[in-house]
């Protein structure tokens, strides 16, 4: 423990002297999630020669639940449903259960069931700060290079489809690209354990909502995604972070964490998505659909909101 607790500093003192020439790169989230949890617990409970100190635990567990750390999220919910060195306070208690719950975590789903419905707030400490605002110029200028790998690894067949059809929907190729990659490496009948089918994984609702018959045809199923794209590139207006969150994890749960969620799956997500297309800003037709009620209050600083 005592290793990990001075890893963790460690680490600290390394990105501030190592990564500040390369300031656009968060640290690793692989390394710093677990480093972070165990320096909570040792707050939490007094190990490896730390002061016992609840609020310190809290803010460590809090910064790993924001990164999408299930146990965190559980450990959290725990100290508020039992009033563990803070405030009992069970409808925080609900909603760190609920995140973790969301996430398989099988002890916070019991949790679930003893403590009220969570708050409808997301608390402080888990609002991540809003993306700088990209252009409509910078992703026209980064469209070819964006497209050039993905369309050397998806079929000729399905390229040729999304090239055609994308402009119908006012998407570009290489963000229907990078969906379909992401979601089902290309696989014209991929299954997924929630049922979601085809190409661009629709789930049966999906699939119902833009009238897709067949969702294991490749045309028809290509075109119910990007009729979804084009629905939440309104929505979001344009914003490809959210619309790639809100592809993975549905757009109600994004305007419910206003933002990504703290889910390690739907993080990992946007991140690739936004390594294949760039952090920008999509065109969009606003007639689709009106904006989300929740997009100015996702756009504020966290304290400001």
Not at 108 to 131: D, K, N, W, Y
Not at 136 to 156: E, I
Request: glycine share 6%.
């Amino acid at each position: 423990m005592i290793k990990l607790v001075c890893s963790l500093s460690a680490l600290c003192c390394a990105l501030a002297l190592g990564v500040a020439a390369q300031a656009a790169e968060p640290p690793p989230e692989a390394v710093l999630i677990p480093l972070l949890r165990a320096e909570a617990m040792a707050y939490e409970y007094g190990d490896a020669g730390m002061p016992r100190d609840a609020r310190r635990a809290a803010a460590l567990y809090c910064e790993a639940a924001r990164l999408g750390d299930a146990e965190a999220q559980f450990n959290l919910g725990w100290m508020y449903a039992n009033g563990r060195g803070l405030e009992r306070n069970d409808s925080l208690a609900a909603f760190f259960f609920q995140a973790a719950a969301e996430q398989g975590y099988e002890q916070a789903q019991r949790m679930l069931q003893t403590v009220g419905g969570p708050t409808t707030e997301v608390p402080e400490c888990m609002r991540s700060a809003p993306p700088a605002p990209a252009t409509r110029t910078t992703a026209s200028a980064s469209a070819s290079a964006a497209l050039a790998p993905l369309a050397k690894v998806a079929p000729p067949s399905i390229l040729a489809l999304v090239q055609k059809m994308a402009p119908e929907y006012r998407v570009q190729p290489q963000l229907a690209l990078a969906i379909m990659q992401a979601e089902s490496n290309f696989d014209t009948v991929a299954l997924s354990p929630r049922n979601a089918k085809g190409l661009m994984q629709l789930i049966p609702a999906t699939a119902e909502r833009f009238r897709v018959r067949n969702p294991y045809d490749p045309a028809q199923n290509i075109r119910g995604g990007l009729a979804y794209l084009r629905w939440l590139l309104a929505y979001f207006e344009g914003d490809v972070t959210l619309v790639a969150a809100a592809y993975n994890a549905g757009e109600g749960t994004v305007e419910r964490y206003r933002g990504v969620p703290p889910y390690l799956e739907t993080r990992r997500y946007v991140q690739r998505i936004r390594q294949a297309v760039g952090d920008v800003l999509h065109p969009f037709d606003p007639s689709v659909t009106r904006p989300s009620p929740w997009l100015r209050q996702i756009r504020q600083p966290a304290g400001a909101r």
